[in-house]
């Protein structure tokens, strides 16, 4: 009995000392890991030990708000700052929990009332007032902050939102400037620098100045997409595709990915304007429900529209579900007859040759599909069941992957995916 108490508190102890020996750092892995209890313990031992940790508290108030605790947390730190109206950090701690920006600034101002040096709080603080369209009350702060040191690059972001806000791009590129030197790793104030000069259409200048933050590091998918549309601007529409299609590598939502590939669906082709727009909507909707009044729907857009390549890749696409192959294959050639370069009608003549098993069409209509869009999911999964066939099944392998991201859809990937792997193994069995 006597043991079993004993190996008790022992146990005790180590879990103790297991605890006491772990940092932020460990709580943060926890909290990763969906460990938001055992995060929460951890965080509370090292406040109970140092309660002016201010990265222990950040992370504790980040862990209570991701486990349904918000409103708990909040009213701990309001209490905190109330007990404590002397103490900068638990001011600022208060501050980072308000949701109305008057409440922000006003825990920030009690902050810096009581230690007028806390950078963290003047930043916040100049943060709010620009998002509160203070002006003045910023300018002031920021002033502070770079006469305090002069290469504070998240001021110097400030104040070039600040004066990009208020149309002064030349100072706003000068402050931007100065951040870039003073951050030669980050790719922030480049990126910026080519906003400001894509606001003022300057899209040469601001090419460069996304090329250059490029170099610096892999960048969002926003600025990406600006990069983009910076090309588009100066006609450059293919090498926009080019610069577009860095997204697929990054871990982005099927959301993400639909506005890039919304962006090239007609890069390449004259859009329909609204009243046709929607009557093409209405077309399409109707394809699945009723093929055949789909199809004469978009016959007549098309005896009324003969010159738009839009029309025509519509009727091409109706016609192809309406069991109507060779008016689709009509329709689709006409499509790209008035525009050479439009993914779309690529694509139903790459399905329709892929169907008739006309592989090398196939893929000569698909790959040229992908190079124009490379995020149209149906695309990539056509182009690789046809890649199976053509004994290419690690490229297939490939595009399966980049449907289920593209789509989340990991059905009818994993059919691709079970096709290409069933290649691979019999291409090995003969190889062997």
Known sequence: ?????????????????????????????????????DALVVLREILRSNSSNLQAHMLYQEVMARAGRFQMVRQRYEDLAAEHPNSALYQYLAARLQEQTSKRIEFLQRALKADGDFVLARRALARELLLARDYRGAIQQLKWLLKKDSKDTEALLLFAALERERSNYD???????????AAPQSTTPLVEMGRVERERARFAEAVKHYEAASKRAKLDWQAILEWGECLVG????????????????????????????????????????????????????????????ALAAAEELASRNPNSAVVHSTLAAAALVASQPQKAVKAALKALKIAPDFAEPHFILGVYFSVTRDDDKALKHLRRAEQLNPFHAETARELGFVLVRKNRPYEAAELAVRYWRLTGDPQRAAELRLNAELAIHDKAFLVK
Request: glycine fraction near 4%.
């Open 171 to 181: 100072k706003a590129l000068e402050l931007l400037k100065r951040a870039a030197e």
């Open 1 to 37: 009995m006597a043991y079993q108490k004993f190996f008790a508190v022992l146990c005790v102890l180590l879990l103790c000392g297991a605890v006491l020996g772990q940092s932020v750092d460990d709580a943060r892995r926890l909290a990763d890991k969906g460990r938001l209890e």
């Open 234 to 293: 100066l006609g450059k529409k293919r090498e926009a595709v080019a610069v577009w299609r860095r997204a697929l590598v990054l871990p982005l939502t099927p959301q993400q990915f639909a506005v890039f590939a919304e962006r090239c669906a007609l890069l390449f082709v004259k859009p329909p304007d609204r009243a046709l727009e929607q009557a093409l909507r209405q077309a399409r909707q109707m394809v699945q429900k009723d093929p055949q009044k």
